[in-house]
């Protein structure tokens, strides 16, 4: 009786840790666990954000690395547009966040199964909580490059650019013509406070990528995809992709399990200790994928808006490496966490960031960021922080010094709405800090409004540009008024008048 007992018992116990996924999920009601992504790029004038579900990564004791675990809704695609941008403030999702998720199927009247699901929960079980903010440390990024090779698909899709140019535009070194590659270009603008050192970076690759695949569900194992789709978003839990026909999630995964896979035999392979260490890297890795430009993706690049997860990455379509390392500096600081920079409207309006319009930024030159994006990422700070409703005087006085000379350089106003002023000048020195500031905002005293805060996890704040000052003019918005009131040797002596 007692080993009956025993045995029943043993037969209905609950596994640790694991669950047989075929029992608790069927095809209307799906339940798993998966990490977000948000993602952001700029297609056709609008800003076109996506929010992402992939499988959380687990370590893997057979090659000593970690993995993409197997789960129901790897590479999909949970909003776009307005509504992922919605959907993340108000769930306050952070690339790198993993949830238990649950998805009901669509039917709709007369159609009957739309094959598509919806989010019915959602439950965080570890929010991500890594900083790059600079707190007093330099910051030495890790990253791995990969050179992406779809000439499995087309033949011009083939890898765009070989790794001696990839590593001109990255380092640094005294001959090197490249004067606004990545390490310049971050220790620059950064004033030395992040660093991207070919010490901690891996090119790696060409990596050919297969044109389709499947990566199955576990609760279908067997499952084939359909001959032929218009489209494939939303729709299935297995994974299946074509390069050949769409740049979904799925396709953006399928490439990043194969880099993967990729570098981890190459590791294995040649027993380079480098690579070995950044694929061991826990702590905001950084992927940058090289994509060649006939891929079917409407954006040029495409990158995690912060790097909170383990790993994040960032996607360029690249036509002329040394022309698009903007891009590449661009997609990059996505993944350190900023934004767009507005005017107005207009999401890339900013022609003073590299976070908005850096079209007009030629070859050799940098274009680093606005007064509000560098306070957000601790890169500058200001000379004065100033509350309206504390101030005894209808008049103060300030020198703001010119940005590029020093890291406390703008001026922080607070009327109940925040406000960044700062003086900037280009530099006529190729490769130096605001060798790219078109000459319409050079010796200009900006005013930028921007209300987010030093923070990861405050979400739906852009930086805009209001105003840039010529010596003598002025801007208001009705409670204080900003005026350019000279150029002085050290900067730009600016009066704030209380109204
Ligand atoms: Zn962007």
Same mark, same amino acid.
């Given at each position: 009786?007692?080993?009956?007992?025993l045995?029943f018992?043993l037969l209905?116990a609950?596994?640790q840790?694991?669950?047989?996924?075929s029992?608790?999920?069927n095809?209307?009601?799906?339940q798993?666990?998966?990490?977000?992504?948000?993602k952001?790029s700029?297609?056709n004038g609008?800003?076109?954000?996506?929010?992402?579900?992939?499988?959380?990564?687990?370590?893997?004791p057979?090659t000593?690395?970690y993995?993409p675990?197997?789960?129901?809704?790897n590479?999909w695609?949970?909003?776009i547009g307005e509504s992922?941008?919605n959907?993340?403030?108000?769930?306050?999702?952070?690339?790198?966040?993993?949830?238990?998720?649950?998805?009901?199927k669509?039917y709709s009247r007369g159609?009957?199964n739309?094959?598509k699901?919806?989010?019915d929960s959602?439950v965080?079980?570890?929010r991500s909580?890594?900083?790059e903010?600079y707190?007093?440390?330099?910051i030495d990024?890790?990253?791995i490059?990969?050179?992406m090779?779809f000439?499995?698909?087309?033949?011009?899709?083939?890898?765009p650019?070989?790794?001696?140019?990839?590593?001109l535009a990255l380092?640094n070194s005294p001959n090197?013509s490249?004067?606004?590659?990545?390490?310049?270009y971050?220790s620059?603008?950064s004033y030395g406070?992040?660093?991207?050192?070919?010490?901690?970076?891996q090119i790696?690759?060409?990596?050919p990528?297969?044109?389709?695949?499947?990566?199955?569900?576990?609760?279908?194992?067997n499952?084939k995809p359909p001959i032929?789709?218009?489209s494939?978003?939303?729709?299935t839990v297995?994974?299946w992709?074509?390069i050949?026909?769409?740049?979904?999630?799925?396709e953006?995964q399928?490439?990043?399990r194969?880099?993967?896979n990729?570098s981890?035999?190459?590791?294995?392979?040649?027993?380079?200790?480098?690579?070995?260490s950044l694929?061991?890297w826990?702590?905001?890795l950084r992927n940058?994928?090289?994509?060649?430009t006939g891929l079917k993706?409407g954006?040029?690049?495409?990158?995690?808006?912060?790097?909170?997860?383990?790993?994040?990455?960032?996607y360029?379509k690249?036509g002329?490496?040394?022309?698009d390392?903007h891009?590449?500096m661009?997609?990059?600081?996505?993944n350190?966490?900023l934004e767009?920079?507005?005017?107005?409207?207009?999401?890339?309006?900013?022609?003073?960031?590299?976070?908005g319009?850096?079209?007009k930024?030629g070859?050799n030159?940098l274009?680093?960021?606005?007064a509000?994006?560098?306070f957000? /990422?601790?890169? &500058?700070? @200001? =000379? *004065?922080?100033i509350t309206?409703?504390?101030m005894?005087?209808?008049?103060?006085?300030?020198?703001i010094?010119?940005m590029?000379?020093s890291d406390?350089n703008?001026l922080?106003?607070?009327?109940?709405?925040?406000?960044?002023?700062?003086y900037?000048v280009?530099?006529?020195?190729i490769?130096?800090?605001?060798s790219a500031?078109h000459?319409?905002y050079?010796?200009?005293v900006?005013?930028?409004?921007?209300?987010g805060t030093?923070?990861?996890?405050?979400f739906?704040f852009k930086?805009? /540009?209001l105003? &840039?000052l @010529? =010596? *003598?003019s002025s801007?208001t918005?009705?409670?204080i008024?900003?005026?350019?009131?000279s150029?002085?040797?050290?900067?730009?002596?600016v009066?704030?008048?209380?109204?």
């Open positions: 009786m007692l080993k009956t007992i045995s018992l209905f609950p596994v840790g694991s669950f047989d996924k029992i608790c999920n095809d209307d009601y799906l798993d666990e998966v990490m977000f992504r948000y952001s700029y297609v609008q800003e076109y954000a996506e929010l992402q579900t992939v499988c959380p990564e687990v370590y893997d057979v000593d690395y993995k675990s197997s789960c129901l809704m590479g695609t949970l909003a992922a941008i959907m993340r403030n108000t769930y306050e999702i952070a690339t790198g966040d993993i949830a238990n998720v649950g998805l009901q669509e159609i009957g739309s094959g699901y919806k989010l959602l965080f079980t570890k909580g890594s900083k903010i707190s007093g440390t330099s990024l890790r990253t490059v990969y050179i090779d000439s499995s698909c087309n033949p011009l899709w083939k890898a650019v070989i790794a001696k140019d990839v590593e380092f090197n490249v004067k606004n590659n990545l390490e310049t971050y620059t603008c406070k992040t660093s991207f050192l070919p010490e901690f970076t790696v690759g060409p990596v990528v297969p044109c389709s695949g499947v990566v199955p569900a576990p609760y279908r194992p499952y032929s789709k218009f494939r978003r939303n729709e297995n994974d992709w074509d050949s026909k769409f740049c979904t999630a799925s953006q399928a490439w990043e194969v880099a993967l990729y981890v035999e190459l590791a294995r392979a040649t027993g380079n200790i480098k690579l070995d694929l061991k826990r702590n905001r940058l994928y090289i994509l060649p993706c954006w040029s690049g495409y990158a995690d808006v912060t790097c909170t997860s383990p790993s994040c990455s960032a360029v690249i002329s490496l040394f022309n390392l891009l590449i661009h997609e990059s600081m996505h350190y966490g767009h920079a507005n005017r107005g409207i207009l999401e890339y309006g900013d022609p003073t960031d590299l976070m319009d850096f079209n930024a070859r030159t274009l680093c960021h606005n509000p994006n560098l957000r /990422i601790g890169w &500058a700070s @200001s =000379v *004065g922080n309206i409703s504390e005894t005087s209808n008049l103060a006085s300030f020198v010094p010119v590029s000379r406390k703008m922080f106003i607070d009327n109940g709405a925040k406000y960044y002023v700062s900037r280009r530099n006529a020195t490769g130096a800090f605001d500031l000459k319409s050079s010796e200009k900006q005013i930028h409004g921007y209300n030093q923070s990861e996890r405050v739906g930086t805009n /540009i105003a &840039a @010529s =010596v *003598g801007w918005n009705g409670v008024k900003i005026t350019f009131n150029i002085v040797s050290d900067g730009a002596l009066d704030l008048y209380k109204l």
